[in-house]
């Protein structure tokens, strides 16, 4: 299938590996022009590198850390005319409620709210004036079930969740979309950082500690990185135009609720 994203101009926000880069290869692979971002200027360089090696396409790349006001006014400008956003970056760290202070909440807000927020509102009015523009959050499972572990990640993404559903009905019209991917245990290197933690805690091996985070998949197996980027790219493409303000669970199956 040809999603039509040949020469699309796609801005994916912490790119340089994960979640972020998985959509940048799906992306690049449909003939989209990608644009990665990362705060490690030299990673991002090796990785549009790599990328381009993979696909063959045009991977260009902007060192800014989008949840800095000046870092988020570089990325932005650097970018120009975009059709395509993914809004991605890292999020607190796990905590319990004695550790949520005043700080800890305004971090997660400046992490997972404010960047993807401020993102669409600098790139959906060209998006608009142009009649095309796909704009995707990747979130977190944990926005539709939530654990208190997670509680300061589960909060500032139910809220891009609410705002980006409010704007989705308004944009739509003008052939601009607006939805969120919601992963669980694809196999990134953020898993195997939960990992080593498990084996260093419990003194397990590897493929021990493995086993005991894909056994909380239905599925019984970590996502690939390409089933995540490939919906990334779906929910980008031409095909998808009555596709607006949802949520896509990328997670084996695992979420429990019916809606």
Known sequence: M?????????????SSQGLGYACAQSLSREGAIVILNGRDEAKLEAAAARLHAET????LFIAADQSDEKGRARLIAGAGDIDILV??????????LVDWDHDALIGAVEMNLIPAVQMMRAFIPGMQ???????????????????????????????????SKA?????VIDNVT??????ERID????????QKIMREKGVDRDTARTEISDTIAAKRFGLPHEFGDACAFLCSVQASFISGQNLQVDGGSYEGLV
């Open 56 to 59: 063959g396409g045009e991977v």
């Open 188 to 195: 990134t290197p953020r898993q195997e950082f939960l990992a």
């Open 167 to 171: 704007i989705s009905r308004e944009v």
């Open 2 to 14: 040809d999603l039509g994203l040949s020469k699309r101009r796609a801005l994916i926000c912490g």
């Open 87 to 96: 809004n991605n970056n890292a999020g607190p760290a796990p905590g319990a």
């Open 178 to 183: 607006i939805n969120n991917l919601l992963p």
């Open 129 to 163: 004036a142009r009649r095309f523009g796909r704009i995707v959050n990747i979130t977190s499972a944990m926005v539709k079930s939530p654990r208190l572990f997670m509680g300061l990640s589960c909060a500032a993404r139910a809220g891009l969740t609410a705002v």
